[in-house]
């Protein structure tokens, strides 16, 4: 079955570090680039950041920029996304995304609307103060 399967939400604290998963069944990442995606309780969906598989590349946006951290384990077909210094306002549900890469799609899919291939359903992160 093609999906990507997440995990590793929860309820953290301030300050905490939190990692969430994101594995790819029945493709390989190795020709996708992926997107991090949140949505804050009635807010709309952001993108906040992005790892290409042509040429490297990652983005953050402003917010988490020095806090996240996107990586891949090729081995394991899976993408990570480490947060640190959790904030309450990184509350959210995290989707992570997958679309196939002719060229380089990042930061692309994470700041502009396009046709993505694949979707997590999404893991709710929380962040008390």
């Known amino acids: 079955q093609v999906q990507l399967v997440q995990s590793g939400g929860g309820l953290v604290q301030v300050g905490d570090t939190l990692i969430l998963s994101c594995k790819a069944s029945?493709?390989?990442?190795?020709?996708?680039?992926i997107g991090w995606f949140r949505q804050a309780p009635g807010k709309e969906r952001e993108g906040i950041s992005c790892?290409?598989?042509?040429?490297?590349?990652?983005y953050y946006v402003d917010s988490v920029k020095g806090r996240f951290t996107i990586s891949r384990d090729h081995a394991k077909n899976t993408v990570y996304l480490q947060m640190k210094d959790l904030k309450p306002e990184d509350t959210a549900v995290y989707f992570c995304?997958?679309?196939?890469?002719?060229?380089?799609?990042?930061?692309?899919?994470?700041?502009?609307?396009?046709?993505?291939?694949?979707w997590g359903v999404g893991t709710l992160v929380t962040v008390s103060s």
């Open positions: 790892s290409s598989s042509k040429d490297g590349s990652t």
């Open positions: 029945g493709f390989s990442l190795d020709y996708y680039a």
């Open positions: 995304a997958a679309e196939e890469e002719k060229n380089p799609l990042c930061p692309v899919i994470v700041t502009h609307h396009i046709d993505i291939d694949y």
